[in-house]
């Protein structure tokens, strides 16, 4: 534009040098003979218009140098967005403002199965499926008025190919002069990938939730199962009791062991049924702590006591050792008493020689340390991993020497992480297993 303005002020500029070279070559013929001084006053006058010929004549080739230059500018620049267009990975269209194709890059036309020259004439509507192409026709129609379609979803069909799910983006060009849209600028992406798995996703989510559903139930029917024969099997072991105490230990020997069988093995099922009890309760965070403060000395002696029966069974050693006549902490007594018996129990079922130590001693004024040692059967490196995991037992065919519902080391470890503890083990083949418990002095309800 500033070209051809520079171009038209030359033009004038010569135009008038031009006229009033013409008026002096006139005015010299006439006063010549006259007054010849008025030829060097023209002469002059002529000189200086050349000058400025001389002048307009460089700034003109100036001009068209910056011309040339700008031209060059711009065909890179026209040449960088045809590359950029063609080579583009998703399809990119031009349209007038019914939707039909005026320019149309490869990805485009790989994208409807058709050669870039048969695509340009065609309305993009021709590649809708034809149930849908009305309600599609109605969106094109207003886009000149909305102005840009974000992520529009619409089925495509290609040319003689299958249908696939894309994604257009569209906008609408418009006319710098006065605002009104002359074209549209379509962006157009196969998300059929995309919609397969959002669709699988989803699938997984259900999936999840139905997951998440059964999980809920099954813990629902093994507490409400737990209660169920938790009743009839302390009614069990009531009367086992009572017939018991009836008996005299020297007279009717055969019924008093048939009845201390029935105690006996009522016992274990009962502990098997609190256990799924308080994992339930785990599970649902429905277990809570009930703190006060207690003597941990005197209650590890007192479970000692009450275990060293069971090592005797298997003439084990059962020692104990208390850093403390009277260590104070604030906790739960029946928890900690549970997570106790879970770890000496376990210690003496899984060692058939040697002895089962039991240690208590504080780690700082804030911390305390309980270690439970065997001399068992140890446990491999690889399943050491997994030992607290819910049913996560070593020997897990049905032939196997130690019953059990595989969930005492999973409540004990839930039961320390309720106590903001934790638990570690270290252990080796065929020398035993040392469970170790860190435990805060005081629990605080919050």
């Not at 060097?40 to 068209?64: M, P, Y």
């Not at 031009?94 to 320019?103: M, N, P, R």
């Not at 403390?324 to 060692?351: E, W």
């Amino acid at each position: 534009m500033n070209a051809k303005c520079n171009e038209s002020m030359l033009a004038q500029r010569l135009e008038v040098v031009t006229q009033h070279a013409e008026k002096l070559v006139d005015k010299a013929q006439n006063l010549l003979e006259q007054h010849p001084e008025i030829l060097i006053e023209c002469l002059t006058e002529l000189q200086l218009a050349l000058e400025e010929l001389r002048v307009a004549e460089e700034e003109l080739c100036q001009q068209n140098e910056e011309l040339q230059i700008a031209r060059a500018v711009i065909e890179i620049e026209r040449q960088r967005y045809l590359d950029l267009f063609e080579s583009a990975p998703d399809g990119y269209l031009v349209t007038d403002l019914y939707g039909v194709v005026q320019e149309a890059n490869q990805a485009a036309a790989r994208l409807l199965n058709i050669d870039p020259m048969y695509l340009v004439g065609k309305p993009i509507a021709t590649f809708v499926p034809e149930e849908a192409r009305r309600g599609f026709r109605s969106v094109v129609n207003q886009l000149p008025q909305i102005s840009r379609v974000q992520e529009w979803e619409v089925q495509l069909q290609g040319w003689r190919s299958d249908r696939f799910d894309a994604a257009l983006t569209v906008e609408a060009a418009r006319c710098p002069s006065d605002g009104k849209a002359i074209a549209l600028r379509w962006l157009v992406r196969d998300i059929t990938s995309r919609k397969q798995a959002e669709s699988k996703i989803q699938q997984l989510q259900m999936q999840n939730l139905h997951l998440v559903e059964a999980d809920r139930l099954k813990s629902q029917f093994m507490a409400t199962m737990s209660h169920e024969l938790r009743t009839p099997m302390n009614a069990i072991l009531g009367f086992s009791d009572l017939l018991l105490r009836q008996f005299d230990p020297g007279q009717q020997r055969q019924q008093r062991a048939m009845l201390e069988c029935i105690f006996r093995n009522g016992k274990h099922l009962l502990d098997m049924i609190e256990e799924i009890l308080d994992f339930s309760k785990l599970e649902e965070n429905h277990l809570t702590l009930k703190l006060e403060v207690l003597d941990l000395a005197q209650l590890v002696q007192a479970i000692a006591a009450e275990m060293s029966a069971l090592a005797e069974e298997k003439h084990l050693k059962f020692k104990v050792h208390v850093a403390q006549p009277n260590i104070a902490i604030v906790n739960d007594s029946g928890r900690l008493r549970q997570i106790l018996i879970n770890l000496v129990s376990n210690a003496i079922k899984f060692t058939d020689s040697g002895s089962v130590y039991l240690e208590v001693h504080e780690l700082s004024r804030e911390q305390i340390v309980i270690t439970v040692s065997d001399t068992g059967m140890g446990i491999d490196p690889v399943n050491q991993a997994h030992i607290f995991e819910a049913f996560r037992q070593l020997d897990q065919s049905i032939a196997r020497r130690h019953n059990g519902t595989g969930l005492g080391l999973s409540i004990t470890n839930a039961l320390v992480q309720l106590m903001q503890g934790q638990i570690t083990v270290e252990s080796q083949i065929g020398r035993g297993s040392t469970f170790r418990v860190e435990l805060p002095r005081r629990l605080s309800l919050g």
